[in-house]
């Protein structure tokens, strides 16, 4: 039984460039999302994923980052003209539909980014 | 609105003692749910335990239990014969249990240290 897997763990890149992160989630489970979490802080919700489609974004989702889960499958992240303020660790997140115990949200190890 | 808040930015406790990591919240919503994560160092969150809104009982899971006071609106997470391994982050989140959104609000965290 695996569990959320995200890649790359670590990402360094200067500030301008486009990046992107990949989100696997638990086999089966229909919802994916994925949060922001700066050091020092709890992470933040960015979006949410059910099957392919995009249901809810935060206002933190400014018009440089942009997700997409096409296949209801995987999910990546992209962030174009990153700039110092998004370095954070970016967790993913999914839950099965409709379960019980309030939908637990079970999280992968997280990507890591530096933005120089 | 949602919001959690943990006012224990540090704690100790001694090898096989008990601890107790604060958590209070703030909602209008009736139906909500209330989870504990622990975050080692490497970064993964990982679910420990969960309190529905309208639960009777307060919930436990092996050495974790939840001090749920709805009065109050805490929930308290306890720890039991503390181990080196519970070293990490903990964080509190809930999040409203009707349809429509199912994004995580999370307090600021607790770091708790397991002394030998």
């Known amino acids: 039984d695996t569990g959320v897997s995200q890649n790359p763990r670590h990402k360094i890149t200067k500030r301008g460039q486009n990046v992107t992160f990949r989100c696997d989630p638990i086999?089966?489970?229909?919802?994916l999302y994925w949060y922001r979490q700066t050091l020092g802080q709890g992470p933040e919700f960015l979006t949410y994923?059910?099957?392919?489609?995009?249901?809810?974004k935060s206002r933190l989702l400014s018009d440089r980052f942009s997700a997409e889960r096409p296949k209801g499958s995987f999910s990546t992240l992209e962030i174009q003209r990153t700039e110092q303020g998004d370095s954070a660790m970016y967790l993913c997140?999914?839950?099965?539909?409709?379960?019980?115990?309030?939908?637990?949200?079970?999280f992968g190890p997280g990507t890591r980014l530096t933005v120089l | 609105a949602q919001k959690i808040t943990q006012t224990q930015p540090g704690m100790f406790v001694q090898e096989k003692e008990a601890v107790t990591l604060d958590c209070t919240y703030d909602?209008?919503?009736?139906?909500?749910?209330l989870f504990w994560y622990k975050q080692p160092s490497s970064g993964e969150m990982i679910f420990l335990i969960y309190?529905?809104?309208?639960?009777?009982q307060n919930a436990t899971e092996g050495r974790y239990s939840l001090n749920f006071q709805k009065a109050r609106k805490s929930a308290n997470l306890v720890i039991s014969a503390s181990q080196l391994g519970d070293s990490a982050m903990y964080f509190c989140?809930?999040?409203?249990?009707?349809?429509?959104?199912?994004?995580?609000?999370f307090g600021k965290g607790t770091k708790l240290s397991v002394i030998p």
């Open positions: 997140a999914s839950s099965p539909n409709g379960a019980g115990a309030g939908d637990t949200q079970y």
């Open positions: 086999s089966e489970h229909n919802r």
């Open positions: 994923f059910q099957n392919e489609a995009q249901l809810e």
């Open positions: 909602t209008s919503d009736p139906s909500y749910g």
């Open positions: 309190q529905g809104s309208y639960d009777q």
């Open positions: 989140a809930m999040r409203y249990l009707g349809a429509g959104s199912y994004q995580l609000t």
